[in-house]
């Protein structure tokens, strides 16, 4: 069991995380893949996730700012990443976020008898 302490500098980080406007816009176009992005040769858009290209084409930011973004979302378990062919491809990590708003919930949220 993790002490209170170690609880609330995961949860730190998991905030800073999503602190970010880009970081965010990526967690929500994964939740629609298919809304969002064009179809792809190498993988299924909901089954192996979205290129890291095409994610960055559409942030319109370089390739190193798109690898740092995807990089924090995958460390703190909010995205997985799969390689295939050589490219890597992103998906939300569904029960990771559900587990996110649980934890957030019940530090902040009063319970109400």
């Not at 609330?8 to 969002?36: C, F, G, M, Y």
């Not at 909010?78 to 934890?103: D, P």
Request: aromatic share 6%; hydrophobic share 40%; with cysteine.
């Amino acid at each position: 069991m993790l002490n209170s302490e170690t609880k609330n500098r995961e949860q730190v980080r998991l905030l800073k995380t999503l602190a970010s406007e880009t970081r965010l816009t990526i967690l929500e176009w994964l939740k629609d893949p298919v809304a969002h992005f064009p179809p792809q040769i190498d993988g299924d858009l909901v089954q192996d996730g979205v290129c890291a290209d095409f994610i960055r084409e559409k942030l319109s930011i370089s390739a190193a700012t798109a690898s740092r973004h995807l990089t924090l979302l995958t460390d703190a378990g909010l995205l997985s990443a799969t390689r295939k062919k050589g490219w890597t491809f992103y998906r939300r990590n569904e029960q990771a976020l559900e587990n996110c708003l649980q934890q957030l919930q019940s530090h902040l949220l009063k319970e109400i008898p």
